[in-house]
């Protein structure tokens, strides 16, 4: 297993300093370097320990559990709803000036930094970065709230394409996902993270990093009503909902099969492409 070596904390550190993570590799890491075999191994058993995974120092790591708790904090104080749309200036506000949540600590601060701007493909995600600045809003005049799921959709093609589906489906299909700010995609990649132990490598192969995930400019996630937590499950293949899709065209995922992005197959994410001047807005 490597560690994020050179993942170094301190005040002095910014974006542009880091030197991205473990020594052992000198360019860019790509799939395609792998043995097959052993890359889609990793994506097939995402779940799991592999050889090569990047884990977080201990120090880092600890510094990773107290920020996703205050995270949890915000979240329990301002409700989910505006949870999926809080940036990260008004997170840290919120957090200072909230007795509930307590303001973040120096070294935390500076942890969530060097987490945004390390390059994924250090640790195995091999995405694109649609929100590229650690700051960048979910602009709120370009997102509708779909009444009874408690998610928020972009206006434009998101919002038509979910309402084709609806249209075409019925009430069977929910919205089990929509628009992630960059910090609800940090919330649930971090808890991703503690739960894998401090694994980096094994947490993003089933969550976007934050920064990474297109749920924060365009995607969304669907389900089988009373599927319940098997929507994000192979599982959800099985369901009239899936069938339905595949049969009328509208499964153009983001992470099919033995992709080559270091990701999971995730049938129930629906790939949404938008104009590239509204890719990695501020
Ligand atoms: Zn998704």
Redesign the pocket.
Known sequence: MGTLGTFALGEEACADSITLAASRKTSTPDPRDDDMNTYLRKVRYFNEDHTDDVFLKEEQFQLLQSAVKRFQRIQNLIGFGNFYLLDFDHAVNIARTQTSVGPFTIEELSFLEQLFYASASEYGFYGEKPLRNLTDRIPMQEVIKLPGTGNFLFRGQPEALYLHIRKELGDQVVLT?GVRSVIKQFQLFMTKVVESNGNLSRASRSLAPPGYSY?GVS?F?VGQVGFGAYNFTERFISTPVFKRLKDLGYLRLRYPRDNLLGVRF?PW?IKVNVAADSIGRV
């Open positions: 996902s749920h995607d996630d995730e994410h």
